[in-house]
């Protein structure tokens, strides 16, 4: 049975860092998309980075350059750090595994789903 086990969340001031785990059991992580996505209440869940099969990263254009996703195959982790966070970052984030259809960036395609880890972010 798989479960992606998130850690990591919680609240910091604008400009600060956090720094998002996803445990991975009963899966390897390796040749299929990882990603991290967001979502806020009454608003669509939206991707925020994605890691290829061959290992090229993708972020959303809000995020890029403050944000880095990265995977430990050997620790099974994958890992999404955040840093100069802002107001608008405030959301409960996912992690997400292995896709059945659709690009690294579309959250339908994805098999398996962390519990969500909620960041805040406080002006």
């Known amino acids: 049975q798989v479960h992606l086990a998130e850690s990591g969340g919680g609240s910091v001031e604008t400009g600060g860092s956090l720094t998002l785990s996803c445990a991975a059991s009963?899966?390897?992580?390796?040749?299929?998309?990882v990603g991290w996505f967001r979502q806020t209440p009454g608003k669509e869940r939206e991707g925020v980075a994605a890691i290829d099969p061959d290992g090229t990263t993708s972020y959303a254009p809000s995020v890029q350059g403050r944000f880095t996703a990265s995977l430990d195959n050997h620790q099974k982790t994958l890992y999404l750090i955040m840093t100069n966070l802002k107001p608008e970052d405030t959301a409960m984030y996912y992690c997400a595994a292995a896709t059945n259809g659709g690009s690294c960036f579309d959250d339908w395609g994805y098999n398996y789903w962390g519990q969500g880890a909620q960041v805040t972010v406080s002006s």
């Open positions: 009963g899966y390897t992580y390796s040749s299929d998309c």
